[in-house]
C-alpha cells in the first residue's frame, strides 16, 4: 500500500475541468493550503468547490476565484471576498448557499452512505424551495440529499503513512467530514509520520477514507480577523 | 432611557443559569459573555467546533488554529473540548445547546426571525443561524427595537426572507424584554425610564400589556 506522494503537484493529479471538489476548512482556518497553490497553478477551470466558506481575495480558495477556475460555489457563509461579490455579480460565478449544520450533514451522510435524511432547518425559508417536507413529531422537516465529491482535500496537523489524520484544534472543522466523502480524497499534513508511531486513540480519521497523503510546506496560516485581548 | 448595547448584552445575561451550555450569535450576543454572573459555570459552544470558549488571547498566545465561528482569534477555558462541524451541529439540531441568542433584523408575533438577508443588498449566507433557530430549546433574539427611522423591528409579520419560522421565544431590546406567547408579544419588563407608551409606540405586533410593567434590573 502506498498512499504518500511527493508534494502537492503530484497529489491533485487527475483533477481536470468541471469536477466537483471538497475543501476542508473553516474561514482560512484549517485549509489545505499547498493545493490551493498548486491548482492556481494548473489552469484547470469550470471547477465546482464545496466548502463553508470562500477564502479571502488572494488567499485560500481566493486563489481559484483571482484566476476565473470556479464555476459554482456551494457554501454557507461567503462574505469578505471582493473578486467573489464581483464575480457573483456579474453572472460568472454561481452560489448556492446552505445552512452550515445541513452543509455539514449532507457531507457526513455523503460518506456514510446515506442518501437523504430530514432535517428542521431552513423549513419554512427560501432554503425550502421544492425540497420534500414531511412532520415527525409535530414538528416540520427538509429532505436533504447526502454529498459527495469527485475529491476531497483535507488538511491536518498530523498524519502517518497509511492516511490517518489527527487535526489540531478548531482546524478540524470540516475537514473531518469531508475526507469521507471524496472518490479520491487528499490529505496534506504539517507533519508526516511513519504508521505505526500515532495513538490509535487519539486518529480523527482513520485512513481507510484517505487516498493520498504527503508533507505540505511553508504554511502561512493566515489569520482573518487577529483579536487579542484589550 | 432606552439601553446601549452593552446593556442588552448585560440584560440577556440574566438569562444565563449553571450549568448552561449556550451559544451566542455575532454583535450583540458576543457581548453577553462579557456578563457572565461570576461564579456561575456557563460553556460557550462555537459552531466551528469548539465547547469552552475562552477570552481573546494574549499577542503571544494568538493560535490560527483557534477561531470562533466569527473567525475571530480566541482561547479555550479548562475543561474545553474540541469536534468536527458535523458533530457540533449534531448537538446543536439535537437538543443539547441549552440557550441560543442572535441578533435579528426583524422578529414577528408568532416568533419568527429574519436574521440574514436583505433584498437587494449582498447576500453573505446563513452560516449556523438556519441551523440554531431551528433546533434551539430556548431562543433569545437580540435587538434594537426600532431601526434607525424609527420603523418597528417587532413585526406582526416579518418582511425580509426568513432565517427561522415561530422559532423565538424572548425578545430582548433597547427598550423592553417582551415574549412570544400565542396572542402575541408580552411585555415582561421594560429598560429603566421608558414607559409602556413608548414601547407600544415602538411596536407594530401586538403587544400585551397586563398590569403593571416593572423595570429592567441592570
Same mark, same amino acid.
Given at each position: 500500500m502506498n498512499k504518500v506522494v511527493k508534494d502537492a503537484r503530484e497529489a491533485i493529479q487527475g483533477i481536470t475541468d468541471h469536477m466537483t471538489i471538497m475543501f476542508g476548512g473553516f474561514g482560512l482556518c484549517g485549509i489545505p493550503e499547498n493545493c490551493l497553490k498548486e491548482l492556481a497553478a494548473t489552469g484547470i477551470k469550470g471547477l465546482t468547490c464545496i466548502s463553508n466558506n470562500a477564502g479571502i481575495d488572494g488567499f485560500g480558495l481566493g486563489v481559484l476565484l483571482a484566476k476565473h477556475q470556479m464555476k459554482k460555489m456551494i457554501a454557507s457563509y461567503v462574505g469578505e471576498n471582493k473578486e467573489f461579490e464581483r464575480q457573483l455579480l456579474s453572472g460568472e460565478l454561481e452560489v448556492e448557499l446552505i445552512p452550515q449544520g445541513t452543509l455539514a450533514e449532507r457531507i457526513r451522510a455523503g460518506g456514510a452512505g446515506i442518501p437523504a435524511f430530514y432535517v428542521p432547518? =431552513? %423549513? =419554512? !425559508?427560501?432554503?425550502? #424551495?421544492t425540497k420534500e417536507v414531511r412532520a415527525f413529531n409535530g414538528k416540520m422537516h427538509l429532505l436533504e440529499l447526502g454529498m459527495t465529491a469527485d475529491f476531497a482535500i483535507v488538511k491536518a496537523k498530523t498524519g502517518d503513512t497509511r492516511g490517518n489524520l489527527i487535526y489540531n484544534k478548531t482546524a478540524n472543522n470540516f475537514n473531518q467530514a469531508m475526507a469521507t466523502a471524496g472518490r479520491i480524497t487528499i490529505a496534506e499534513v504539517e507533519t508526516l509520520v511513519p504508521y #505505526? !508511531? @500515532? $495513538?490509535?486513540?487519539?486518529? +480523527?480519521?482513520? =485512513?481507510? %477514507?484517505? +487516498?493520498r497523503i504527503f508533507q505540505g510546506k511553508d504554511y502561512e496560516k493566515r489569520i482573518e480577523f487577529r483579536t487579542v485581548k484589550s | 432611557m432606552a439601553l446601549d448595547k452593552n446593556g442588552i448584552a448585560k440584560r440577556i445575561a440574566q438569562e444565563l443559569r449553571d450549568g448552561y451550555y449556550v451559544n451566542l450569535g455575532i454583535g450583540i450576543p458576543t457581548l453577553v459573555a462579557n456578563y457572565i454572573p461570576e461564579g456561575m459555570d456557563v460553556i460557550l459552544q462555537s459552531e466551528n467546533g469548539l465547547l469552552g470558549i475562552g477570552p481573546f488571547p494574549d499577542e503571544e498566545a494568538v493560535d490560527p488554529d483557534l477561531i470562533n465561528a466569527g473567525k475571530q482569534t480566541i482561547t479555550t477555558m479548562p475543561g474545553a473540548a474540541f469536534f468536527d462541524s458535523s458533530a457540533s451541529f449534531a448537538m446543536i439540531r439535537g437538543g443539547h445547546i441549552d440557550l441560543t441568542v442572535l441578533g435579528a433584523f426583524e422578529v414577528s408575533e408568532q416568533g419568527d426571525i429574519a436574521s440574514w438577508k436583505i433584498p437587494g443588498k449582498l447576500v453573505k449566507g446563513m452560516g449556523g443561524a438556519m441551523d440554531l433557530v431551528a433546533a434551539a430549546k430556548n431562543i433569545i433574539a437580540a435587538t434594537? +427595537?426600532? $431601526? *434607525?427611522? #424609527?420603523?418597528? *423591528?417587532? @413585526?406582526?409579520? /416579518? !418582511?425580509?426572507? @426568513? !432565517?427561522?419560522?415561530? /422559532?423565538?421565544k424572548r425578545v430582548i431590546t433597547d427598550l423592553a424584554v417582551v415574549d412570544i406567547t400565542p396572542a402575541g408579544f408580552k411585555l415582561i419588563e421594560r429598560a429603566p425610564g421608558v414607559s409602556v407608551e413608548e414601547i407600544i409606540k415602538a411596536t407594530e405586533g401586538t403587544l400585551i400589556v397586563e398590569g403593571d410593567i416593572p423595570e429592567m434590573r441592570i
Open positions: 432547518a =431552513g %423549513y =419554512g !425559508t427560501e432554503v425550502q #424551495g #505505526g !508511531t @500515532l $495513538d490509535p486513540n487519539h486518529i +480523527h480519521t482513520p =485512513g481507510i %477514507y484517505v +487516498h | 434594537i +427595537h426600532t $431601526d *434607525k427611522d #424609527g420603523n418597528s *423591528k417587532l @413585526l406582526k409579520k /416579518c !418582511t425580509l426572507p @426568513l !432565517t427561522g419560522v415561530s /422559532c423565538v
